[in-house]
């Protein structure tokens, strides 16, 4: 291995466990999409990560490299701070259990547990646990429509802990090795051939990983079709100003009755319940991970008037904004 390849894959690895590179431990940052924030702005803001794209190998979209107990936690990153990031992580684990937060839930992953994290999530690393196996990370874009479709990229409904049985383990294990070797492999093809076969060689990998996801899930769940797709995305882009079921089928061309449809066969549940949930988990990660008054949480997912933010809120979680928030602290 070279020794540029070293320091990306070392690099993608320092990413994912909170190494010296990307300081991916720190919880600063903003809201939905927001990548700065310093100075007194830190506990205002949750801080989103982006893709580490300069150290990436040949600048391709996607990284991937070891875990392991030699990587060094930034210095300015405490590691009970969450943070986001926009990109996805997918771990798998060799060594001892470790135990990771995702979005207010705690997964504990042992050798030969997958953990996949997707853009947008929080999550927050264990300052006890060492983590060793291999660690993958892909920036959006990097695969085709077709394919993040077929292989479920954005499906937020399925678990981020996976469990694969001995056989379905070997296989991921094997195609994750050739994706290394293709990837760590920049002297026998040119760039875009190399970029292709990384493409098709990761399209692979996310195929078997999607089958396992979704076949973790509810059986009422394990499918989805594009109307669910788009309407997932837009709500995803737009919950945050846009809370009206009407107003997507508006844009996206269909009628009520389809995304109905489409979205409780995907989730068993309503348009308008995805979108509130949705927007619920989003102020769930601002009061617990910011000092962002109840005031500026509700207008950052869309409500202006704290009185009704409080009262929706009240609504879905059963708990005022204050109450959540001190529980937390």
């Known amino acids: 291995m070279t020794d540029r390849t070293q320091r990306a894959a070392g690099g993608a690895a320092d990413d994912a466990t909170g190494g010296t590179r990307t300081g991916t431990g720190a919880d600063a940052g903003s809201g939905p999409g927001d990548s700065g924030g310093d100075g007194n702005a830190d506990r205002d803001r949750i801080r989103t990560f982006p893709f580490p794209a300069e150290l990436a190998v040949g600048g391709v979209g996607m990284q991937i490299g070891p875990m392991g107990g030699d990587r060094t936690w930034h210095a300015d990153a405490p590691l009970h701070r969450v943070h986001r990031i926009d990109f996805h992580v997918v771990m798998l684990f060799t060594g001892a259990p470790v135990r990771h937060m995702i979005d ?30 291999t660690v993958l ?45 293709e990837y760590e492999d920049t002297a026998t093809l040119p760039l875009t051939l190399h970029t292709a076969v990384l493409r098709h060689t990761l399209t692979a990998f996310l195929l078997r990983l999607a089958h396992l996801a979704a076949s973790s899930a509810p059986a009422s769940r394990q499918q989805t079709d594009s109307t669910f797709t788009r309407y997932r995305d837009a709500v995803e882009r737009g919950f945050a100003t846009n809370h009206s079921v009407s107003a997507y089928a508006d844009a996206l061309g269909y009628s009520r009755r389809t995304l109905v449809r489409a979205v409780r066969a995907a989730t068993g549940g309503t348009p308008k319940g995805f979108i509130d949930r949705r927007v619920v988990l989003e102020a769930k990660r601002l009061l617990a991970h910011t000092d962002l008054t109840i005031g500026r949480v509700g207008a950052a997912v869309g409500f202006p008037d704290a009185a009704n933010f409080s009262k929706f809120f009240h609504l879905h979680t059963g708990r005022s904004p204050v109450a959540f928030r001190a529980e937390l602290r």
């Open 104 to 133: 207010f839930a705690e997964y504990e992953a042992t050798a030969g547990d997958l953990l996949w994290i997707r853009p947008g999530q929080v999550h927050r690393f264990s300052r006890d646990s060492v983590y060793r196996g």
């Open 137 to 181: 990370t892909m920036q959006p874009g990097f695969l085709p429509r077709s394919t993040v479709e077929a292989t479920g990229l954005y499906r937020y409904d399925l678990p981020p802990l996976l469990r694969p049985g001995p056989d379905r383990l070997t296989a991921l294990q094997a195609a994750l090795d050739q994706l290394r070797r």
